[in-house]
């Protein structure tokens, strides 16, 4: 049964750090790609970033608002993918998911299961 779960979230000033982990179950995490996504209020769910599996090209994508801020990275031994989230905004206010995706260094495509979302607050 494949399960992803997020952790990590929460309450953090504007220029803070978090670190969103999302522990995968049911097939080894370098099998597939892996992306988060987020949904603020009112606006649509936007991929924010992905990494591909070890036999693909090793890709990663970032949405242009996180570059340079925003880092996924992968541990395999402990079958979890992780979102380094530095200089927060108060734009980055949202729920976030993973999913299973196909990673490009194009973007996120064809998600397919999904994990129940953490909530992430950037606020002073």
């Known amino acids: 049964q494949v399960q992803l779960v997020e952790s990590g979230g929460g309450l953090v000033q504007p220029g803070g750090s978090l670190r969103l982990s999302c522990v995968v179950s049911g097939f080894p995490v370098d099998y597939h790609g892996i992306g988060w996504f987020r949904r603020a209020p009112g606006k649509e769910r936007e991929g924010v970033s992905c990494?591909?599996?070890?036999?693909?090209?090793?890709?990663?994508y970032y949405v242009d608002s996180v570059k340079g801020r925003f880092t996924i990275s992968r541990d395999n031994a402990k079958n979890t993918v992780y979102l380094q989230m530095n200089s927060l905004k108060s734009e980055d206010t949202a729920i976030y998911y993973c999913a299973t995706v196909e990673a490009r260094s194009t973007g996120c495509y064809d998600p397919d299961y999904w994990g129940q979302g953490t909530q992430v607050t950037v606020s002073s």
């Open positions: 990494i591909s599996g070890s036999d693909g090209t090793g890709s990663t």
